[in-house]
């Protein structure tokens, strides 16, 4: 936790309670390895959040609403619990899940805005990730084929077989299958492997028998998926 500002330590635990009511029927919580235990989340949005970050090899560690802000804007006194902290490249971020429809309030994008800047003041990135952005094709394939169709333990014997194959050059699934003496991985175990993120999977197009995968070097990860989307004001999404 060292690469966050000494004046922001993110809580280990959350420090804003979400209060479970028969009005509101949306929330799950999800188990993560990177919080370290579940994340509860009051959304639809915040739980494809949660799930993006948890298969986006870029992100090292999830903190779920783990500050409680307070500071004055224009005379008057604001509290803020975001919703999410994370490490990311190595470096810090603030993120903040809301639907787009509210912030076409003027009150709310303002609030927005200043937070961003506070934040930012502080030395710590703070993004808001709008339901849209969690909407884009690469997205949606991981949180709907990676995690909820494929996201499953795999051998550990067959994990080494496939990574051993990868250390050399990226592979389709395809070549893999057919390359691989017997017994041979299923295409879902291979998806597999990618939703546990034992090797790195391209997004970009539907998956495939020629999608391709590759070894989970650390040091060279793919594209994030998770959207960064700072607000500021007289730019408004």
Same mark, same amino acid.
């Given at each position: 936790?060292?690469?966050?500002?000494?004046?922001?330590? *993110?809580?280990?635990?959350?420090?804003?309670?979400?209060?479970?009511?028969?009005?509101?029927?949306?929330?799950?919580?999800?188990?993560?390895?990177?919080?370290? #235990?579940?994340?509860?989340?009051?959304?639809?949005?915040? @739980?494809?959040?949660?799930?993006?970050?948890?298969?986006?090899?870029?992100?090292?560690?999830?903190?779920?609403?783990?500050?409680?802000?307070?500071?004055?804007?224009?005379?008057?006194?604001?509290?803020?619990?975001?919703?999410?902290?994370?490490?990311?490249? #190595?470096?810090?971020?603030?993120? /903040?899940?809301?639907?787009?429809?509210?912030?076409?309030?003027?009150?709310?994008?303002?609030?927005?805005?200043?937070?961003?800047?506070?934040?930012?003041?502080?030395?710590?990135?703070?993004?808001?990730?709008?339901?849209?952005?969690?909407?884009?094709?690469?997205?949606?394939?991981?949180?709907?084929?990676?995690?909820?169709?494929?996201?499953?333990?795999? /051998? *550990?014997?067959? @994990?080494?077989?496939?990574?051993?194959?990868?250390?050399?050059?990226?592979?389709?699934?395809?070549?893999?299958? /057919?390359?691989?003496?017997?017994?041979? *991985?299923?295409?879902?175990?291979?998806?597999?492997?990618?939703?546990?993120?034992?090797?790195?999977?391209?997004?970009?197009?539907?998956?495939?028998? /020629?999608?391709?995968?590759?070894?989970?070097?650390? @040091?060279?990860?793919?594209?994030?998926?998770?959207?960064?989307?700072?607000?500021?004001?007289?730019?408004? *999404?």
């Amino acid at each position: 936790m060292d690469v966050w500002p000494p004046t922001f330590i *993110p809580s280990p635990t959350p420090l804003r309670r979400i209060v479970r009511s028969s009005s509101n029927k949306r929330k799950r919580a999800i188990r993560s390895i990177k919080a370290g #235990g579940q994340i509860e989340c009051e959304s639809d949005h915040e @739980t494809r959040f949660a799930i993006l970050a948890e298969l986006d090899p870029n992100v090292t560690r999830i903190f779920s609403q783990p500050f409680q802000w307070s500071h004055w804007f224009d005379g008057k006194k604001r509290m803020h619990w975001p919703d999410f902290g994370l490490v990311i490249a #190595g470096h810090p971020e603030i993120h /903040e899940v809301k639907e787009l429809t509210k912030l076409h309030d003027d009150v709310e994008w303002k609030t927005r805005c200043d937070w961003a800047e506070w934040s930012a003041n502080h030395g710590v990135p703070y993004s808001v990730a709008l339901d849209i952005h969690l909407q884009q094709p690469a997205q949606l394939r991981c949180i709907q084929d990676l995690w909820f169709e494929y996201n499953r333990k795999v /051998e *550990p014997l067959l @994990t080494l077989r496939v990574q051993s194959l990868l250390e050399e050059i990226p592979q389709s699934i395809g070549s893999i299958i /057919e390359a691989m003496a017997p017994p041979k *991985p299923h295409y879902d175990e291979i998806l597999a492997l990618a939703a546990q993120g034992k090797i790195y999977i391209d997004t970009a197009q539907d998956f495939s028998l /020629e999608t391709l995968v590759r070894f989970p070097d650390p @040091t060279d990860p793919p594209p994030r998926l998770i959207p960064f989307y700072p607000p500021k004001s007289g730019e408004r *999404p």
